[in-house]
């Protein structure tokens, strides 16, 4: 099924550590599938052992799932643990993190952290409460994990030899990113297991979350790996410039050139979301070429360098627009890759109004103790805008003395005031999905902007589908109790549950989500959009050029077999 070349059987013949590095397409994650494969068809595991395949996202994780399926049988996928670094270090600190701290450990999940975290902008001051609430409280932040995780290896040596014996080859998919503490953890790993690498360098996108040009050097002067170079070879988009533009764009080379299967979409700037509308038809006519070819599954990604950007986008997909000479530009029903934190918060203060409601017992400064946190931990690991922490102060203000000052944040308790009673004087009917919604659209009439926004929020939640884990223990609550006491907690549950889940989520049809959230995936055409304003460019800040690059590079080179980019005629970006 696979082209094999000479250097790729060498990776499978050789033994120790590896680097293997190539640009994208070259096929590093399925060589490092084929490896596992061969370690374990050659029947070197024993009984308990497996080959470990650790990557950053569950979005990569699924996409490696999915292409371990194809290349692997079933009785050989089963001896390979695909996982996150979030999940595998989380599972070790539970049952080990007593070692390191005499508190009972409880996660700190993203959706609480960044409301507790909302009051430190410098990431020095975050630093030290994370590190305090975990010492005197017990509590984990995800950051930790992959340092705690690295003094435990260190500390005991009994766990160190447990973790090796049952993977004694662990493979590193994305090691370009890798962060100082990961760094740390995998160092351990590899005093006694075998690590296999896979890396391109300048597929690194994530500096702002530690990675270092250095980590590869690293790692090479460290565990002195055989390293494999499988350059360009590319098996992705084969047939097409894409790759090619791609490298070019890392060196300016490819200013004014023409590429195959790269296209450049200069849009005139218009009022609004009136500016989309040239992105919308691209995106139509890309669904109609793909389903004229009459597969049975493809695939569109729409990609955004914001999450602002992205959720106007999905707006406007979302809608029909109509013009005034009869043409209609139709809805096209899509996925949005969301970031977490503003739906989970905001699922969190529907479900205590749920819970509440159905014991007519909603109290108005519950509400606005929710609504706080929402303010403040919406936009996740960015801090609050100043404005927001003002007006979530003055509502602790008035949760405390009772008074506040303004007639907008007057209108903000008065809306408060009238979700209250509308939710004490509903009708529950144990029918989850419907109970959810009535609730929720009682935040629709509200004109103050961080109830609206608890709404906007809550319409991204996924979790209540029909025969989702989140759905029937709700509907069970009520079956037990005619009521849903207990379902801010399955609430919190279920997204955390959610964020450990290894999802098996698969990327068909049109797909909107940020440049970064595209990393590790593939698809077989690529629309690539930026903004007119400055936090929605390509190149949002001068000094941030080469990593634009970067993340223009990892953008285009998911495509397979189409790329379109989208930049507006005036001030186009400098990188086209
Ligand atoms: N030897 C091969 N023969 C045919 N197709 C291949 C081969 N190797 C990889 N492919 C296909 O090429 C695509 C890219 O491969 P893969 O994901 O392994 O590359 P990668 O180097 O990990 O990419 P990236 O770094 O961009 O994530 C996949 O669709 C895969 O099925």
Excluded at 141 to 150: E, T
Excluded at 474 to 496: C, F, H, P
Excluded at 498 to 516: Q, R
Aim: aromatic share 8%; net charge positive; glycine share 6%.
């Amino acid at each position: 099924m696979f082209n094999i070349s000479d250097e790729k059987r060498k990776v499978l013949d050789t033994t120790g550590n590896l680097l293997v590095i190539g640009g994208p397409g070259s096929g590093k994650t399925t060589i490092a599938l084929l490896k596992a494969r061969h370690i374990i068809e050659s029947g070197v595991l024993q009984n308990e052992q497996r080959v470990l395949f650790l990557s950053f996202a569950r979005s990569t994780i699924s996409r490696v799932e999915q292409h371990a399926n194809i290349v692997l049988s079933k009785s050989i996928f089963n001896r390979l643990e695909i996982n996150t670094y979030h999940s595998f270090t989380w599972a070790i600190l539970k049952s080990h993190g007593y070692l390191l701290c005499s508190k009972q450990l409880r996660l700190l999940p993203p959706h609480e952290a960044s409301a507790r975290l909302a009051d430190y902008d410098k990431d020095v001051d975050k630093k030290l409460e994370i590190n305090r609430l975990f010492k005197e409280e017990g509590l984990v932040h995800f950051d930790l994990f992959a340092r705690m995780c690295a003094k435990l290896l260190a500390k005991s040596n009994s766990l160190s030899i447990l973790i090796s014996e049952t993977y004694p080859t662990i493979i590193l998919d994305e090691f370009q990113d890798t962060n100082a503490d990961e760094w740390a953890f995998i160092t351990q790993l590899g005093k006694k297991s075998n690590l296999i690498v896979l890396a391109d360098a300048e597929q690194r996108i994530y500096d702002f979350r530690g990675a270092d040009p250095a980590r590869i050097g690293q790692f090479i002067a460290t565990f002195h790996p055989t390293t494999f170079d499988f350059g360009n070879e590319n098996n992705r988009s084969n047939g097409t410039d894409i790759v090619q533009f791609g490298n070019d764009l890392l060196t300016g080379e490819n200013r004014h050139k023409k590429y195959k299967n790269v296209q450049f979409v200069y849009y005139p700037i218009r009022k609004g979301s009136a500016q989309l509308i040239l992105l919308k038809s691209a995106i139509i006519k890309a669904c109609e070429r793909l389903k004229c070819e009459d597969k049975q599954e493809w695939s569109i990604a729409v990609l955004l360098p914001s999450n602002s950007l992205m959720l106007a986008v999905s707006d406007f997909l979302e809608r029909t627009q109509r013009f005034t000479n009869g043409a209609i530009l139709p809805h096209i029903r899509h996925e949005v890759a969301i970031e977490t934190a503003g739906p989970s918060i905001a699922a969190v203060l529907i479900a205590r109004l749920i819970e509440h409601g159905s014991t007519k017992q909603c109290k108005l400064n519950q509400l606005l103790i929710d609504l706080c946190e929402h303010i403040r931990g919406r936009r996740g690991d960015k801090p609050p805008s100043k404005s927001d922490l003002a007006i979530s102060e003055s509502l602790v203000g008035y949760i405390k003395t009772g008074k506040i000052r303004g007639t907008k944040r007057q209108a903000i308790i008065d809306e408060c005031n009238a979700i209250i009673n509308n939710c004490n004087s509903l009708e529950y009917t144990g029918e989850v999905a419907s109970d959810w919604i009535k609730v929720r659209e009682l935040l629709l009439d509200a004109s103050s902007d961080c109830i609206k926004q608890v709404k906007l929020d809550a319409n991204y939640l996924r979790l209540l589908h029909r025969g989702s884990i989140l759905n029937s223990s709700l509907s069970e609550i009520w079956r037990r109790y005619d009521n849903y006491i207990g379902a801010a907690d399955a609430v919190k549950n279920a997204l955390t549950q959610e964020h450990f889940a290894t999802s098996t989520k698969t990327w068909t049809g049109v797909n909107v989500m940020t440049i970064h959230k595209a990393k590790g995936k593939e698809f077989d055409e690529v629309i690539i959009y930026e903004g007119s304003f400055p936090g929605q460019r390509f190149v949002y800040n001068e000094g941030k050029t080469e990593q634009a690059r970067l993340n223009l590079r990892v953008a285009v080179t998911r495509a397979k077999r189409n790329a379109i980019i989208f930049t507006p005629q005036v001030n186009s970006c400098s990188l086209l």
